[in-house]
């Protein structure tokens, strides 16, 4: 690394998108993953879309105890 940068001609926040949407990974364990696993493949559907509907499902439970 250069002990100096010469930052004179940068542009404050060029890349900055304050609408940008960012795609966390989210690792499940091992049992967790083949649990919803075999629910995707029993629903014929995608990993992620078992994920989200189990977890909207929880979501209702949580507001519904409330």
């Known amino acids: 690394m250069r002990q100096e ?3 004179s001609k940068a542009e404050r926040g060029k890349f900055f998108r304050p609408d940008a949407k ?6 499940l364990d091992e ?15 995608d990993l ?7 977890l909207r499902g929880d979501m209702r439970l ?3 105890m409330k």
Do not use: C, G, M, T
Request: glycine content about 0%; aromatic content about 12%; hydrophobic content about 45%.
């Open 22 to 27: 960012l795609n966390l990974p989210v690792y």
């Open 31 to 45: 049992e967790v993953r083949a649990f919803v696993q075999a629910i995707a493949e029993k629903q014929e559907k």
């Open 62 to 64: 949580s507001e519904a």
């Open 5 to 7: 940068y010469d930052f």
């Open 48 to 54: 992620s879309s078992v994920v989200n509907q189990l």
